[in-house]
C-alpha cells in the first residue's frame, strides 16, 4: 500500500459526460501528479500540482482540468468525454519538498475510466 | 525532451532464471533521475529503485541490482533468481528537472513455474 488513495476505482460513462477523479496524497506529501495509462500511449503525465499551485503541465487536453484544494487532495475533472479518454488514470504524490524531480513518485491504485 | 526505450516487449523465463530488462534513456540535461517501476497484475505502480545521474555505483538489493552507465545512456535492472511473483510490467523511467515522470513503454516480464 502506497498510502495515496484514489477513488473511484472504476468508472463507466457515456460519451459527452463529465466526471471526477479524486486523489488524497500520502500523509506530508506536498506534490500530486496525474498520469494516464492507455494501450496505445502508454502510461503519459497530465499534470501536477505542489502545496496547491501548478507546477507542470503535460499532455493534457483542454477538456480536462485539476485542482489541488487546502487539505492537499486533488480532482481531475475529464468532460465532454470521448471514446479516447478510456484509460487507466493513477495519482501520484512525492514530497513534502519541491526537488525537482528528484524524489521518487508514490501512485494511487488507478481508477480505470470506461467511456461508453 | 526527455525519451525512454525500452526495446524488450516481452520476456519469458522459468523461475529461477535471472531477467535483465534494458533502458536506453535521452536527456540534454546532466542532471537527472532514473526510476524502475512494477505493474503487477493488479494495476497498482509500484516504485522499486532510485539512481541519480553523479552516481554510477551498481548496486544490489536483495534480489534485484541495476547498471547505470551514463556513457551509453543505459540503465538496466535484473532480477536475479526469478519468481512467479516477479511476473508484472516493469517501466523505466527518467525525471530531468522537470518534476514529470517519462515513462518506457514497459517489459512485460513472465515467470513460468
Known amino acids: 500500500d502506497s498510502g495515496v488513495t484514489q477513488t473511484p476505482k472504476h468508472l463507466i460513462t457515456a460519451t459527452g459526460q463529465r466526471v471526477t477523479l479524486r486523489c488524497s496524497p500520502r500523509s506530508g506529501d506536498l506534490s500530486v501528479y496525474w498520469y494516464q495509462q492507455s494501450l496505445d500511449q502508454g502510461l503519459q503525465f497530465l499534470i501536477q500540482y505542489y502545496n496547491g499551485e501548478e507546477r507542470a503541465k503535460g499532455n493534457i487536453l483542454e477538456r480536462f482540468s485539476a485542482q489541488q484544494f487546502p487539505d492537499l487532495h486533488s480532482e481531475l475533472n475529464l468532460s465532454s468525454l470521448e471514446l479516447g479518454d478510456s484509460a487507466l488514470y493513477f495519482c501520484a504524490s512525492s514530497g513534502p519538498y519541491a526537488a525537482g524531480g528528484a524524489d521518487e513518485q508514490f501512485f494511487g491504485p488507478g481508477t480505470r475510466l470506461t467511456v461508453l | 525532451a526527455q525519451k525512454v526505450t525500452q526495446a524488450q516487449t516481452e520476456i519469458s523465463v522459468v523461475e529461477k532464471e535471472d531477467v535483465t530488462l534494458d533502458c536506453v534513456y535521452e536527456?540534454?540535461?546532466?542532471?537527472?533521475?532514473l526510476f524502475w517501476y512494477k505493474q503487477p497484475p493488479s494495476g497498482e505502480l509500484v516504485f522499486l529503485i532510485r539512481r541519480n545521474s553523479f552516481d554510477e555505483q551498481n548496486e544490489i538489493s536483495g534480489r534485484y541490482s541495476w547498471n547505470f552507465q551514463k556513457s551509453t545512456s543505459s540503465f538496466n535492472f535484473t532480477i536475479t533468481a526469478s519468481q512467479v511473483v516477479d511476473s508484472a510490467v516493469y517501466f523505466c523511467a527518467l525525471s530531468a528537472g522537470d518534476y514529470k515522470l517519462s515513462f518506457g513503454a514497459g517489459t512485460t516480464v513472465t515467470v513460468r513455474a
Open positions: 536527456t540534454r540535461d546532466t542532471t537527472y533521475y
